[in-house]
């Protein structure tokens, strides 16, 4: 998967969650699953916790904070 289509996953829309980017017009941010990341859990850990998340969002995740 292209950097591109990686990025195309994180989403802002205006009136959802205070519009900071989220994954995939769903209602977890970006700042959320950076944190679940920065507190040691795994990816598999976090789609275990939210299945509705696929392994590229917190690879999206990443590259969003990293630019």
Known sequence: MTSENL????TVE????????CIRGLRIRV????????????TKEIIEDYPYLESADIRAVLMYAAR
């Open 31 to 42: 700042q959320d699953v950076l944190g679940m990341l920065a507190e040691g859990m795994e």
């Open 14 to 21: 205006t009136g959802k969650c205070g519009g900071r980017p």
């Open 7 to 10: 990025l195309s996953r994180i």
